[in-house]
């Protein structure tokens, strides 16, 4: 649910309405890697610290636990709003920090397209001598492979031969 400055002010101490200030958007894009780290580090403790307090008193007031100050509490509803502010504000942190991870990974994957772009030409440039023996010249070199003992035509006829057996069976 989303709540208005006037309550988080009512609800926040001075270094908590910093913190959720510094979560907003002018400031948020201005801040650096290493900023926003920090941020997001004292947020999220913030955060925790709001989230026991509230589950404390909740605890206080069914009567599982023993009350904290001088009597039980009678109600944690400013806890469970102060946690809800503090946990939009790391919300809009890790976007942030999500949002410049994407752009970063993009453009890595730009770089590793162009890398590659490069390497494959590089490859398909022949990298071999002209002649194969390049100090003696061009020397002829010898078939491997035994002359063909059977003529072309003969194989071909053979194979017609077996196509047309085969057509006369399956016509029948």
Do not use: C
């Amino acid at each position: 649910m989303a709540q208005s400055r006037r309550m988080e002010l009512r609800l926040l101490d001075d270094s908590e309405k910093q913190l959720v200030e510094a979560s907003r958007h002018p400031h948020l894009a201005e801040r650096d890697d290493e900023e926003l780290a920090d941020l997001r580090k004292a947020l999220r403790e913030r955060r925790d610290r709001a989230r026991d307090i509230a589950n404390r008193q909740r605890r206080e007031m069914r009567g599982k636990a023993a009350p904290a100050g001088a009597k039980p509490s009678a109600d944690d509803a400013g806890s469970r709003e102060k946690f809800a502010a503090l946990s939009a504000a790391l919300q809009r942190v890790n976007g942030e920090v999500s949002r410049r991870q994407r752009y970063a990974s993009r453009a890595e994957l730009k770089r590793n397209a162009q890398k590659a772009l490069e390497m494959r030409r590089a490859a398909s440039r022949p990298n071999r001598p002209t002649s194969r023996r390049a100090g003696k010249g061009m020397r002829s070199v010898p078939n491997e492979r035994g002359p063909d003992l059977v003529n072309p035509m003969e194989v071909g006829r053979v194979s017609q031969f077996v196509k047309n057996g085969q057509a006369r069976r399956d016509s029948r």
